[in-house]
């Protein structure tokens, strides 16, 4: 049997490099504390990705607004860099936190979407970053522009990353349940 190292995504499988790495990948989750929190069952779907993705050996962070708001259980993230932007890269050190840690590939959700992690992963593929969208671990400040943000990352063959929902993700990580026991612990 062989296994596959690509996810089932949009526009093209991801990532486009072909060979997914859980040492060189993050999930990183940004926050507004000023929208309405997921209900139950998207955080769930959420916590239950993030606790996969760890399991694998990928990064875990998230990216509060100024407010401080986090969606993670408490100790979950491997590192928070807050944002006082839309955007994670627009006055922090995320680019630095992540290329330390030698991330090459960005898996983002957000809360709303619009707000920090769309910004985010447009900043993050114009720095060179590989990166997918979950649609079913984000909310939207509104159904039309959800789903403006969702296609215009599929532009043009994927002009900034690709899409995915989480059991494309959970289907690629469990091929690495034992990465993260051979991957060093991550700094925090």
């Given at each position: 049997m062989t296994v596959s190292q690509t996810a089932d995504s949009r526009p093209y499988r991801w990532p486009w490099h072909g060979a997914f790495t859980p040492a060189r990948t993050a999930l990183a989750v940004a926050v507004d504390g000023q929208s309405a929190p997921p209900d139950a069952t998207l955080r769930a779907r959420l916590i239950e990705l993030v606790r996969a993705a760890r399991g694998a050996g990928v990064v875990i962070g998230e990216l509060p607004d100024h407010s401080g708001a986090s969606v993670l259980p408490h100790g979950l993230a491997d590192f928070a860099v807050t944002r006082p932007?839309?955007?994670?890269?627009?006055?922090?050190?995320?680019?630095?936190?992540?290329r330390r840690r030698g991330i090459t590939d960005i898996m983002l959700a957000g809360f709303p979407f619009e707000l920090g992690a769309d910004c985010t992963m447009?900043?993050?593929?114009?720095?060179?970053?590989?990166?997918?969208?979950?649609?079913?671990?984000?909310?939207?400040?509104?159904?039309?522009?959800?789903?403006?943000?969702?296609a215009s990352i599929q532009m043009s063959g994927g002009i900034f990353g690709v899409v995915a929902e989480s059991a494309a993700v959970l289907e690629l990580l469990a091929a690495y349940p034992l990465a993260a026991a051979a991957a060093p612990p991550h700094d925090r």
């Open positions: 932007h839309l955007g994670g890269f627009s006055g922090t050190d995320l680019d630095g936190v992540l447009r900043q993050a593929n114009d720095l060179g970053y590989e990166c997918l969208a979950l649609t079913d671990c984000s909310t939207g400040l509104a159904a039309d522009t959800f789903g403006g943000s969702i």
